[in-house]
């Protein structure tokens, strides 16, 4: 059995090929040091693959200057794509930094050797567990569909519009920070009245020590609450997921 391409067809996987990896090596749940950088290449030549008979009739010419030009277009496009599908996801870690800074855990940094930085120990704990939640649940075929998708509203032959850009960036901005409040929200208020439940207490038996007793307590609380909250991640990573296409897809629209 042989296969045989095209001059179209290898320009477009060449391109479609650099818009993919350039995607994948931002955006979660690819853009880690878990997944080396040999397979995400060969699996962003085999989605390439796939795409390569829709985007082929927006090829450009095959030739240097208009190869090079597409080139550096796909680049950007696949890197904005992937920041775009980062920025959402970033709200799982930074609820979990809110989390840190409320519950005491920010001072015990963890190493990450994912990232080879430091980071609060909740907050990892809730990326890795989305990162988990994504391939588990399904998410990650509807993040890889989104973006799939983008070949038809931002063909080969076409330019991002930083106007459509910024808007969505804008708008990736926004969510990310509500859902990190609806992440972190109950469980920093539950945190918020018990430190002043303590200061109460502290003024009316001021001679208890509550310096040592709200480190413990408040730890005890935290992680029970994280306990409870473990039910509600599947559908939040679910909503992001679906947000970051339908995000990506307006990009182009």
């Known amino acids: 059995m042989s296969v045989e391409l095209g001059t179209a067809s290898l320009v477009t996987l060449l391109l479609a090929s650099i818009r993919i990896t350039a995607w994948m090596a931002i955006s979660p749940p690819f853009a880690t040091s878990g997944i080396p950088r040999t397979i995400r290449v ?10 390569t008979g829709v985007a082929r009739e927006h090829a450009p010419a095959a030739e240097l200057a208009p190869l090079v030009s597409s080139a550096v277009e796909q680049l950007v496009i696949g890197a904005s ?5 980062r920025l959402l996801f970033a709200a799982v870690e930074s609820a979990g930094s809110l989390i840190d800074l409320t519950g005491g855990f920010s001072m015990a940094m963890a190493y990450d050797p994912m990232t080879s930085n430091t980071n609060s120990v909740i907050g990892k704990f809730y990326s890795l567990l989305a990162t988990t939640l994504i391939f588990a649940s399904g998410a990650h075929l509807v993040i890889i569909g989104g973006f799939m998708r983008t070949f038809t509203v931002l063909p080969l032959d076409s330019t991002i519009s930083l106007s459509n850009l910024g808007s969505t960036l804008t708008q990736g901005m926004t969510n990310m920070f509500i859902a990190a409040l609806q992440i972190a929200g109950p469980l920093v208020a539950v945190l918020f009245l018990s430190d002043v439940a303590l200061g109460l207490l502290s003024r009316v038996s001021p001679q ?12 005890g609380l935290t992680l029970g609450l994280l306990g409870l909250m473990f039910a509600t991640m599947p559908r939040v990573v679910t909503e992001l997921a679906n947000s970051a296409a339908g995000l990506m897809i307006g990009v182009g629209s």
């Open 208 to 219: 208890l020590n509550i310096f040592q007793i709200s480190f413990p307590l408040k730890i």
């Open 42 to 51: 060969m699996l962003g030549v085999g989605l390439a693959f796939a795409v």
């Open 81 to 85: 794509l992937g920041f775009i599908t």
